[in-house]
């Protein structure tokens, strides 16, 4: 059994990382910190974990605790992993963190756009970007992993086969994408109110979001230098779910592209190329940790169609097959649901 | 192994069924029928399903094959388990039946409310009404299980510690039940269009419903004799879930309710008595076979509200849970995981 | 023209105030305070302002300036009205209260649900309670208008005819009641946010609701002594809306309902009998000022449907209902326009 | 008083017709057709016209009758307007078409889109394509108007700008639509169920769609040749509204784009040019003919955010506004009320 701690348990991210975790055979949540419900019983909180962790109960954050654990969660707001994730690692707890203070490989780049000096920059070296479908031997071996945010997941999967073929122009990329609501995390802001963001859509961070310099270092890897991508996220009035339309311009003589993406991803558990001709529906991957993606073509310009949940494939299901492939376990250990659908 | 067949499957309750059973280690879906789909696979209809059940397909009703079936669900409009249930459990292949057509002990009654000759009364006197925490013995020996509709099961285990206490006038039972829309299942009806039915609320058949009969008769076993019942069901703005709004006039000096509710259902799996004073959401129910109860007090009335999601302890959850209980295998198997929430 | 001020505009009855009365041909706002958004211009707050009040902008709230006005709306909290009511009322201003302030008329009751002392009894003389189906003449003549709260405006609607004609008995009456969550205001609370309020159901203050006194009061007066009420609200996963289901057991012989009905509200612009059998919706009603009934009966059970927009003749366009019989114009001035549907 | 009649007024556009037309003080909607629906008074089968249109009835099309009006509205499917058109125009009737049916310019281009012989190739000389923002002196000469599609209405008033300007490759156009679903209108299909469709979010048509030849129609229009353009239209969970998400390369020095929109639109009533920075939200135009644009910029690319009311601005709203230049009138008549929000 492989002891794990969460660290910031009552944001969305936590819960569905308890959800998952309670059908895991071989994990066993010890511990969920929470310096503002400490004391709370986390099925007081979430009544769907009802019957599942009677007796768990938010701590405080609490560094022996958690470094006596196999592994531990980072399921927080950016700057808490910088500040507590080196201690971890030197009392030999894997550090699985789910925020963005990881996922930057420059210091620089990272404090511009946080608006904070790096916590932790001397831990980047060895930080290794949590997306199985790049980087699996180097999860394995991995002490720390910085779990992929949901759009550059759904981004980075689309475009994958395309620019490792060097089939699209890496300087016309577009993606526009869609998320639902629960992307805005669990904060009381008026814009997230049901009479608000519902019956509505819209655009944010039109001049440029955060998501946007994760997205570019992850592409940027795979073609192997850097690329140009603009990025518009859209507020989608649903509870779960993203939908990246990813657009391409064709540059080399186009072979068959189901084709292609069905090789890319043949071995792959998580990524399910739909038969030619298909529009997947964020539905489709509701709750599990599926990536859905569907390739068409108008005349010169590829679009390809990526749809996840955020809350699994996202956020805490690519974070529990990162600890399956840290662990050594079968990489789908514990994610072998089917969506919920209607 | 259990093998079953499941009649009528391209409806709400038969792919739930098939998510369900997909996590069940017992039990394998060796048929599923449907004469408007026959050669179709179930996972290009249903893409959830993709990867869970690639080899199976849509086929026409047979007889011959579902009578080799260990029990055959069948989740079909009313009239079809009348034609083919008796074949079937001549076979030896147990039925277990998620329509109407069995739940109403009186063939007459039946008669009138769905405007048809009952198709077979002869099998009314070994049909079990399959509501484990009513019949969980007998259904343990039956052949022929009618699963109870949606609206009864949340309305019965709300008014069932009340009625078997005696303490309240079975002459004043009034049950305010609001469904999510799959409650009115997958027929393309305009009524039931996002367009249509998003962003209102409305009540139906408010001056008798089908279910009515069914919930009379059901209360009047747990009351030992008829009882007045009035039932209004409300047409909700969400996908999955019921809310029961039940209200009785106390008749005897009230003992603590809370206790009485949690003694009643100490022992039931699928039965959460929510702490005092707590107002239990559907979608803590998303997806599973839990039924979550509360009770208050104005006056001299007294409030239960129950909630479960339609489609699993409503139907296809309660149906597995009776199939379990009629092989022999622990009540829960395969239905264990928590609700998706949010 | 009629100037007019808003105390207290930034929620969601303020602008949905502002949304009514620029549709209104003689009425002018020439002022809305906020203290929170003093400077800010309402349009741009509420994008769907932008054309119509340009020049309008958020100002702290002023004695004096308000004190010029022919008329005064508080779209406040509670208490706010209070403390500025008597002041305007001596400069001669009338006022319009859309809070709770003035609408018991039993300060104590007041403070015991409010939980703190009531700062203007001397004013509960004065005030009308704004429902002008019942009190349309002393409106006429009222300076102090309390405004009905929406639950209390839909149920009152629905049971006047038959407490009218005592046709029920008023120790038994039931109100079930589902509303849309913009009835919980405009805060920023977790609950309110679209990830946990849509998709899910649910009762609350099923133990007894600050609508409660309110609603008894003007069913009391009705009936002409004391009435019996439990009432239970439901948030329901929609924006606007309440669906009220009444219920009452008949006393008398019954006599044609669906007449009774029609003949009471024959001459009441804003109150729509359906026909007989029907089932209204809230979404006939969005954004207007009407509430549509329909009566159902279950044997000695009488059910009325009554829906209404909350915000309009459960807040806003009641108050300009009002306004328009204080000032002796057509009643119905600027809320001609039919509901948005679909 | 203007007396018009409506064909086809069963669906989302003709309900709406007659809700705006509703609120015009210069139109009488003297007739409405429906072969399925005749005899049925426009009020029993939509509630929220009751009060409004009392009289109105669904009548069989009779050309002598609607040959009568001053002008007919079509809101029908393709190919009915071709049939029709023509013998209205021989009595001296106007028609105002809201299908697809004189869309196009060339008719086989229309015939390979809808699969069946354009039925009016001789009135296509004639017909004017009705973007008043584009061609508002031929509107006012007319005889016969073909209103633009809602996706098309919100991509080209959002590209308008920059091709008039010359300001981007017109090769290298990419129009991300987003449509509630009243876009697929008020059949009943199987997809558009609330069960299926809420709660998700899905792209159709992304190998070519028929609203494209429409759109690059009027791009070329604009550019004065051909353009490229690529369109991917998705179904988002909501009731009403489009957001065009428009992707644009700069290929010129980059002049102020906020002042180059805002200038191009200044006397426009319909058009409304939110400030630098700002994300219209499709609720800010729901029930109103107002088209909210916003400008962005991520390095070389240009990204447009243009959010209609398809059935207002996108459909019937735009009908009307094509009917007031037609007659002369100013034209905001009837389209002066603010959007509903919340």
Known sequence: MINVGIVGGTGYTGVELLRLLSQHPDVSVEAITSRSEAGVKVADMYPNLRGHYDRLTFSEPDAEQLGAMDAVFFATPHGV????????????????????????????????????????????????????????????????IAVPGCYPT???????????????????????????????????????????????????????????????????DIHGQAVKLTFVPHLTPMIRGIHATLYGQLNADPQDLQVLFEQRYANEPFVDVMPAGSHPETRSVKGINTCRLAVHRQGNTIIVLSVIDNLVKGASGQAIQNLNLMFGLPETRGLEAPALMP
Chains 1, 2, 3, 4 share one sequence.
């Open 154 to 220: 759904a981004v980075q999967l689309g475009y994958l086969p395309l620019l490792e073929a060097g089939l699209i122009n890496p300087e016309q990329l577009i993606a526009d994408c869609k998320s639902g609501v629960t992307g805005a995390g669990r904060g009381a802001k008026v814009p997230s109110l049901l009479a608000e963001a519902s019956e509505s859509m819209k655009a944010y961070g039109a001049g440029g979001h955060r998501h946007l310099p994760e997205i570019r270092q992850g592409l940027g």
């Open 81 to 144: 992993a910088h500040a507590l994730a080196g201690e971890l690692l030197e009392k030999g707890t894997r550090v699985i963190d789910l925020s963005a203070d990881f996922r930057l490989r420059d210091a620089d780049e990272w404090s511009q756009w946080y608006g904070q000096p790096h916590g932790a920059p001397g831990l980047l070296g060895e930080a290794v970007y949590g997306l199985p479908e790049m980087h699996r031997d180097a999860i394995r071996q991995a002490r720390l």
